[in-house]
């Protein structure tokens, strides 16, 4: 936009022009609206990145002999950025993801950012695409950190070059629903096994459960519910986030023994159910029990807290506790009124994007 020759007599919507980019915001769904920046580092095997770029968005040129495009060697991130009522933009807990990507490099034999580097890349591309951080209220900007092996090996090996990149998009509910989620607990397939690597956040992970996905959508279901491989007793988690269930005084969820994703909203409402009262159990939690549950939801980056309203396992079907009077409705709210700056954070989860060190 052309500088303003008498910037006090702007209106407010031109204003908002240079704040905002052109978005309606009313209409984000859980769908890509590409920015203007990404953020990109690379670095040889044995050596350790150094700060990386922020460039335009848009594609990547990589080896088609890559380890990410011929084995799947990449991990990847999702955290969000809010604005705040008096403008602050904000991140949560981008602590966490740092540690769960080194987790999963360990893992897949792959070199991570330092914790300092991944936090501060993070601040440089909300910086730079400040301006697509919705308004309050009105959605948040989802970041997209990857870590991907590069470079060529044909046989199966770490890759010679890792290239750390991060992108972002705004973004409104991941799930488009009225009351609450209905499941389908899915009997046939599994997500991940003991041994695996169900318990990072590798790529491979994901693309295994659309089919079952894809198949439950077909059918109206919400999402999938995937039981442990090792004896289709217990619930694990849904296609991309945990679960909870409630009975009384007593909140349950599957523990982070391998095959769960220790997911960073998992863990931060616990430590906010714990602190209302509630008694928290991470253990084995049987579909049993699940049916037999008050109230289910789930929890993830991505769809926050949501209410799970119906359960189908095999042919029956059980509903439970949605609404003003759900535990997910309270916990909800006690997470995001600190993720929008609405409650003091007491827990010093919060990051405010402000300065970094490469911009
Ligand atoms: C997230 O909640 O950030 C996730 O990783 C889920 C994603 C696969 C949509």
């Known amino acids: 936009m052309a500088p303003s020759s008498s910037p006090t007599l702007r209106t407010t919507s031109e204003a908002d022009e240079e704040k905002y980019a052109n978005v309606k915001w009313e209409e984000l769904g859980f769908a890509l609206t590409p920015t203007d920046y990404m953020y990109v580092a690379k670095c040889r095997q044995g050596e350790s990145f150094s700060q990386g770029k922020i460039l335009p968005y848009g594609d990547i040129s990589i080896s088609p002999c890559s380890p990410i495009l011929n084995y799947g060697q990449g991990l990847f991130e999702g955290l969000k950025a809010y604005r705040t009522e008096d403008d602050r933009v904000m991140i949560f807990r981008p602590d966490q993801n740092a540690l769960r990507m080194q987790a999963g490099a360990e893992r897949l034999c792959m070199t991570s950012p330092s914790l300092e580097l991944f936090v501060d890349a993070v601040k440089q591309t909300v910086l730079a695409n400040k301006k697509w951080v919705p308004p309050p209220g009105k959605g948040t900007l989802y970041i997209r950190p990857l870590l991907i092996g590069s470079g060529d090996t044909l046989g199966v090996a770490p890759a ?76 694990e988690e849904l296609s991309a986030c945990n679960i909870f269930i409630v009975k009384g005084n007593i909140v349950s969820t ?30 084995d939690v049987s579909v049993d029990e699940l049916l037999e549950a008050e109230e289910v939801f789930c929890t993830g980056t991505a769809v926050v807290v949501t209410a799970v309203e119906t359960v189908t396992f095999h042919d029956k079907k059980v509903k439970y506790r949605t609404g003003e009077a759900a535990l997910s409705r309270k916990l909800r709210s006690m997470l995001t009124n600190i993720q929008m700056g609405i409650v003091e954070d007491k827990k010093g989860w919060m990051v405010e994007i402000d300065r970094c060190q490469g911009w």
Do not use: M, W
């Open 160 to 235: 010679p070059e890792n290239t750390f990149l991060i992108y972002a998009s705004p973004v409104g509910d991941y799930h488009k629903v009225s009351s609450g989620l209905d499941l389908k607990v899915d009997h046939k397939h599994h997500r991940a096994h003991s041994g695996g690597t169900g318990g990072v956040k590798s790529c491979t992970n994901y693309s295994p459960v659309v089919k079952s996905l894809f198949e439950a959508k077909s059918s109206g279901f919400s999402d999938i519910l995937f039981l442990d491989a090792a004896t289709s007793r217990n619930i």
């Open 254 to 283: 599957p523990p982070t023994s391998g095959t769960i994703l220790p997911g960073v909203t998992r863990k931060s409402i616990s430590e906010l159910a714990r602190d209302i009262g509630y008694q928290v159990q991470e253990r």
